[in-house]
């Protein structure tokens, strides 16, 4: 498997807003787009941290714009 950075946000005045996207391709030749977030609310110190998988349809519907065209080249589209 091989997970490729296609986005990366960093936010808030302490920089504690924080989401990834990452192209997925597996061995067997399929591939998805991953969308994970940590964020941390300082007022009330909790983390909200989790991974969503998409199909690679759906996930280059989802991906922010900026990023559909480096994702489609990392996967020969």
Request: charged share 25%; no cysteine; net charge negative.
């Amino acid at each position: 498997m091989k997970k490729t950075q296609v986005y990366y946000k960093e936010s808030g005045h302490l920089g504690q807003y924080e989401e990834w996207w990452h192209v997925i391709q597996h061995d067997d030749g399929s591939s998805q787009i991953e969308n994970s977030w940590h964020n941390v609310k300082v007022n009330g110190l909790s983390v909200d941290k989790g991974s969503k998988t998409y199909s690679l349809d759906d996930g280059l519907r989802e991906l922010p714009a900026g990023s559909v065209a480096k994702a489609k080249e990392i996967l020969g589209l």
